[in-house]
């Protein structure tokens, strides 16, 4: 059985501080890895995908993540977090010849002002 | 392009009745899938579809039936509403093919069930 757990379910950074959100994965093939973001009272949206290419990924809206093999981590990162950037962000895992997706239970990220 | 639609936006129920959530998607996607959202929980699959025709349980399948009569439609039933199913629906869709399709998903029906 394959899962996703994500680290802290409530992340509070200051606006133009470093935005970290853990993702450890188990997976008994090799993974596919995605980090999706969903806005208030709205649809997920993709946000970045590990496909076994290049192990960092770089997404939309300055965020990247690095796939480790050895830590089975796929955690998410930006530099300088934005106001805009507030919403709750899930890391979800699927697998070649299976596009079943599975969620981890979400990240809730709130930014200082 | 409209994406991915779901009908309708939100939802009163009283335990027992029924009802059926549509989503609709024009990107000519094989693949569709139903979510619930529950705090706490992340998504978790209910059904899903790998054609027009065929359908397939999820993680959570019990207490909901789905179609899938046309290639970009998808249907998800509540026959008997339980106040265990309130949560907020989400419809999603992807390719098919080799590599890794990205899942497109709709804004969602939030349901409540009194």
């Not at chain 1, 501080?17 to 188990?26: D, E, G, H, Q």
């Not at chain 1, 993974?31 to 973001?37: A, D």
């Not at chain 1, 950037?85 to 890391?91: K, M, S, V, W």
């Not at chain 2, 059904?47 to 789905?66: F, I, L, R």
């Amino acid at each position: 059985a394959q899962s996703v757990t994500q680290l802290g379910s409530h992340v509070s950074v200051s606006e133009g501080a470093l935005v970290l959100l853990r993702c450890n994965y188990s997976s008994s093939v090799p993974p596919y890895l995605f980090w999706y973001v969903q806005y208030p009272n709205q649809g997920l949206q993709l946000l970045l995908k590990y496909t076994s290419a290049a192990t960092l990924v770089k997404g939309i809206n300055g965020f990247e993540a690095e796939f480790k093999k050895s830590e089975t981590s796929f955690h998410l990162t930006k530099p300088s977090a934005h106001m805009s950037d507030a919403a709750e962000y899930f890391c979800a895992l699927s697998n070649f010849g299976n596009e079943k997706l599975t969620f981890g239970t979400g990240t809730r990220l709130t930014i200082i002002p | 392009n409209a994406g991915v639609t779901q009908t309708p936006k939100f939802r009163v129920l009283k335990t027992g009745q029924s009802m059926t959530l549509l989503c609709a998607q024009d990107m000519n996607h094989e693949y569709m899938y139903w979510y619930r959202q529950d705090p706490g929980m992340g998504l978790r699959l209910i059904h899903y579809s790998v054609g027009e025709g065929t359908t397939a349980k999820g993680e959570v399948p019990d207490g909901y039936n789905v179609s899938r009569l046309k290639k970009q439609n998808f249907l998800l039933g509540l026959e008997s509403a339980a106040p265990s199913q309130t949560s907020v629906y989400f419809c999603a869709s992807s390719r098919t093919g080799t590599g890794t399709p990205t899942q497109y998903f709709g804004p969602g029906t939030r349901l409540t069930v009194l």
